[in-house]
């Protein structure tokens, strides 16, 4: 499903005195299948964009059209629940959202409220609840009987049983383990993969950026500073301090290499394997060092 | 709709009324409720009126946000109006209307104690609108300070509802949270029938519950953690000043309520 904001300002507390415009003129394209990484300070309007993916926040100027649904600034829109059963959001920590008794029904209650029957839901519960790496014996227990991590998992399999066509991620593994973090970010690129899901992750962590997305959107000050691949956006790293941002560590070290070696690397490498092969090549080829 | 919402909220201004002294205000405001019941006629209402709308006018708090603020207020204050008008049976039959008696007497209590209730809650959300918790609870903890003399807890009060007034922001941010993240998971709070509606509470009170309780727990260490032990023997950092402008509003409303009492029949 394809999602695309144009050129989109939102007002927070319009007509009061706190009134603040936390994002102007935005502008993003989302094809269907896309993996997309928005980085950018606190404050940016990182967040802001986010919740206009799936309709919690109705733009103050512009129109956010999410598959064949138009959301217009300055008129009534109905129906957005359809809308919000294709687009899942992870919020950052959803753990605070869970309520339920039990674990299953806590992830059963997504599904159910868009109309999947019991029986349904519960399967999509197992399912789900595997993709997030967990045991099903803990289907009968108490949420709030987990520990932090575990509660994460089962927060965010809340979002997959619902199988939406789009999934948003808020900066989910904050405050994770190196670990969980991995496997979490993992199994996110493993989904959008199998199930061609198209993803959209809001994140500080270049890392993350760089070893998962296919598009970059950079946002400072509430407005798109710029937009492109990874390849792109790491390749003036300049740009990116300016704005008080940081490359990934590869980049940093490629950088780094070519700057007292006075070597000369053909492009920006993104993975340390690629830098390592790139790097072992130009040795075999003996260039001086 | 959260946004909305004024009660407990400062807007900072460069205003007279934001550089008084708390303790003023909360004295007058104290006064201020005593006095308006001195109010039995229309001249007297007009003096609370104008007297009301003097101190707004003051304060610099753009009347447009205060109106958007009190909105919701304003239907208590309707249906307190309408209650008057309904169940006072006294004085001569203004209308029929079916089988309902309008009476005089109905009409104007509902007029008076409506625009009481108005001006009350005018008065007091100036108040919090014009001061930060803190001053108010520092305020409160120096003019109930005699009553510590019979042992009454003034500090612990006075901690509890800066600790209070300080989280409110807090919370409601946090229902906002919690609310997107379970309108996204296809709870429907603003539509669909009262039944469900209700039901779609829950998923917003738990959270809101375990997360308050987590916090007070994480406050409570944090401020074992730097050494707090109750009120005794401690000092502040913001001294409150009494100034000019303090006693200039004291005396004001002195002349308001002699005023009140001159025209009061």
């Known amino acids: 499903m394809d999602i695309s904001l144009s050129h989109v300002d939102y007002r927070y507390q319009a007509n009061t005195p706190f009134e603040r415009l936390a994002i102007q003129d935005v502008s993003i394209d989302i094809p269907s299948g896309t993996y997309l990484a928005i980085i950018g300070h606190t404050g940016s309007g990182k967040s802001t964009v986010l919740q206009h993916l799936n309709a919690l926040l109705v733009p103050s100027e512009g129109t956010v059209a999410i598959g064949d649904k138009e959301i217009k600034a300055h008129q009534k829109n109905k129906d957005l629940r359809k809308v919000r059963q294709r687009v899942g959001i992870v919020f950052q920590f959803p753990e605070h959202q869970l309520f339920e008794e039990t674990v299953e029904k806590d992830i059963i209650f997504g599904p159910m409220n868009f109309g999947v029957t019991e029986a349904d839901a519960k399967k999509r519960a197992r399912v789900a609840l595997k993709q997030v790496g967990l045991a099903e014996e803990i289907l009968e227990k108490s949420p709030f009987d987990l520990s932090g991590g575990q509660m994460r998992r089962v927060a965010i399999a809340g979002v997959l049983a619902m199988e939406p066509d789009v999934i948003v991620l808020d900066e989910p593994t904050a405050g994770l383990d190196p670990r969980g973090r991995k496997e979490i970010m993992d199994m996110f690129y493993q989904l959008h993969q199998e199930r061609q899901l198209s993803t959209i992750l809001v994140t500080h962590s270049m890392e993350d950026a760089a070893r998962y997305a296919d598009q970059i959107v950079i946002m400072q000050h509430g407005k798109v500073a710029k937009k492109g691949t990874p390849e792109e956006i790491f390749s003036s790293p300049g740009e990116l301090v300016q704005m008080g941002l940081d490359v990934p560590e590869v980049v940093r070290f490629q950088l780094k290499l070519e700057e007292k070696w006075g070597m000369n690397f053909e492009q920006i490498y993104l993975s340390i394997e690629q830098l390592s092969s790139a790097f072992a090549n130009k040795l075999k080829r003996g260039v001086r060092l | 709709m959260m946004e909305k919402m004024i009660f407990g909220r400062y807007v900072p201004a460069d205003s007279l009324v934001h550089k008084m002294d708390p303790r003023s205000k909360l004295t007058i405001i104290f006064l201020f409720v005593c006095v308006i019941f001195l109010a039995n006629n229309w001249q007297t209402y007009a003096i609370i009126g104008i007297y009301t709308f003097f101190m707004i006018g003051l304060s610099r708090i753009p009347a447009r946000f205060l109106y958007g603020g009190l909105k919701p207020v304003l239907w208590l204050v309707i249906f307190t109006f309408l209650l008057q008008i309904f169940f006072t049976r006294e004085g001569t039959v203004l209308f029929h209307l ?137 000092t502040k950092y913001r001294q409150l000043s009494w100034k000019m402008v303090d006693t200039l509003q004291l005396v004001f409303l002195a002349i308001i309520t002699v005023l009140l009492i001159l025209f009061r029949s």
Do not use: C, N, W
Request: hydrophobic share 45%.
């Open chain 2, 98 to 234: 079916g089988p309902l008696k309008i009476y005089e007497e109905g009409m104007k209590m509902g007029f008076y104690i409506s625009f009481r209730f108005f001006f009350l809650i005018l008065m007091t959300s100036l108040l919090t609108l014009t001061t930060t918790p803190i001053e108010i609870t520092d305020g409160l903890e120096t003019l109930l300070g005699p009553l510590k003399k019979v042992r009454f807890p003034v500090h612990e009060m006075a901690l509890m509802m800066s600790i209070s007034l300080r989280f409110i922001p807090t919370l409601m941010q946090e229902t906002d949270k919690i609310m997107k993240a379970q309108i996204a998971r296809g709870v429907e709070f603003a539509s669909g029938p009262v039944k469900e509606r209700i039901k779609a509470i829950i998923p917003l009170l738990i959270p809101l519950f375990v997360s308050s309780f987590k916090r007070a727990e994480e406050l409570a260490i944090a401020m074992e953690a730097r050494g707090y032990r109750g009120g005794e023997g401690r």
